[in-house]
């Protein structure tokens, strides 16, 4: 089923695939990473194995290992917002719009029976909610729901800690329609990609009370609304079982249980070889390529990806805080042998990231980095003031060093730290690296802005414009974790988000691009195509860019 758009209203005909929203630890896009950026098919969208419900076995356990376990599993809430949480949670959730294989946002007839644009002034959406949809204790998802998500998130309560306020804070009213299962969205000004506001929604019972929707979940699952809930959870051995909700209104699913183990990166190549877990998430981990290769029936796929790396900078004091030193920083640090050494071990394209909003190959991409080039770096620091004294750079008889805060028994980010450890270094710029337990990565350093500077990956879904915003605008934004901004993002995100025109509003998501790249907050590295190996059978789950999957039908292949 679509998403329709009333008759006459033209305008608002569905944006394309062109962009994103926030999942996991970040914003992602719809491009194909490629050697070619012109060449936008050498990898699949999704490269999982296909199976009817009827061709699936009933019964079973998946096992699937994860870095860490949640610290809340509120994934509106700041610290639910990391990739290892939205993961254990997605099967216990769900809302009115899924994303297809192709990026675009369709309607999801388990929780709704229509989503539809029916105004232009004001911009207003309705939903039919499907009324047999409940949460695990039974009661109905209504418009009560809808309407007390919008106000947790909306930043009129800043009691509220959540990720981001963008696009709830454009809704001026949530109110019931002909009924409780009628939702009427009205806003207060256009806001594009307002789908991505509906692939979820809260209890009124957790987002109507701030301390309930902070703290109520930092040891037990939210309310589930999906085919699976959480029926048991040792937070010391790092295991958390999903059982199918007694609940559940739609078909049946096919796995008994889902279970997720907390894996050290380091450790996951040898779990997935003993038979442990089913799965293993190789991303750029040559050591975990090589070990997939050698297991038995295994099979490794790699589709176009949602995620790229980079390094963020926190710049709001200290030598960072100086715009040259950045840019410096950018131009001595090799991104393209960065890139090589990360997706050339595992099979698949290496390119450069050279935008913050879109994907190479994607439509809207342009590349606006500063080149490699340490003549370039030289003179920037040199405009920054420091002089070249023997092997080290110095400015007022202080030295010039950074640190690099890295999470414990990640391989893949260690090494990246190690390549812009040795880039920097290598130039006259000492760099330590600071490990830290990976638990805490997020909760206890980066988000607090404890580092000086950090690299690891944003994934997110297709809406890439607005759900970039937050990573750069406002300053105090939950996600903007260099501590700086420019002052001219915040009038093109506005116009950007207000535009329904889509080339229109790729010309101002490039305008904000060259804005970014004027004062480099962030350095973009790589996008990562995901690269997963699977056991032998498993079905309807694995490497995929876009695609909701359907906890329904995964499980494993009759024989």
Known sequence: MQIRKAKGLGALALLSAAALAIAGCAPGNTAAPSANPDDQNSLPSTAWVRADAADVQDGGTLTLAVDSMPVNWNNFHIDGNEANTNDIVSAMQGGPIKIDESGKPVVNSDYAESVELTNEDPQTVEIKLNPKAVWEDGT????????????????????????????????????????????????????????????????????NDPTTFNTGYLTKALPSSGPFLLGSFDATAGIATLER?????????????????????????????????????????????????????????????????????????????????????????????????????????????????????????????????????????????????????????????????????????????????????????????????VGGYFSDYIIPGDFQMVTFSWRGTAYPISSSESLFSPVDSAQNYTGITDPQLADLWQKANTDLDPDSRLQTAEEIDKVLWSYVPIIPIAPLPNVYAVKQGLVNWGATQFETVDWTIVGFQNS
């Open 140 to 207: 109905p998802i209504t418009v009560a729901d809808y309407e007390a998500t919008w106000k947790a998130n909306n930043g009129s309560n800043p009691d509220y800690v959540v990720i981001s306020t963008t696009g709830w804070d454009q809704i001026s009213s949530v109110e019931q329609g002909e009924n409780e299962y009628d939702v009427i969205i009205t806003f207060s000004s256009i806001y594009a990609d307002w789908q991505g506001l509906l692939s979820q929604v809260l209890p009124a019972s957790v987002a």
């Open 245 to 437: 909700n007694p609940k559940w209104w739609g078909q049946a699913p096919k796995l008994e249980t889902i279970v997720y183990r907390a894996v050290s990166q380091d450790q996951q190549g040898t779990s997935f070889s003993n038979g442990e877990i089913d799965a293993l998430n190789i991303s750029a981990n040559a050591d975990l390529y090589q070990t997939a290769q050698n297991v038995q029936g295994a099979q490794i796929q790699a589709s176009n990806g949602l995620t790229w790396t980079h390094i963020t900078m926190r710049a709001s004091d200290g030598p960072l805080a100086d715009v040259n030193v950045r840019k410096a920083v950018a131009s001595i640090v090799n991104r393209e042998q960065i890139a090589n050494t990360a997706n050339s071990p595992v099979g698949v394209p290496a390119i450069t990231q050279g935008s913050y909003v879109f994907m190479p190959g994607q439509d809207g991409y342009t590349d606006e980095s500063l080149p490699y080039d340490t003549d370039a770096g030289a003179k920037y620091l040199e405009d920054a003031g420091y002089t070249k004294d023997g092997d080290s750079w110095v400015k007022d008889g202080t030295p010039l060093k950074f640190s690099v805060t890295v999470p414990a028994d990640t391989a893949t980010n260690i090494q990246r730290a190690e390549q812009i450890q040795a880039d920097l270094s290598e130039f006259g710029i000492p760099v330590d690296l600071n490990t830290v337990p």
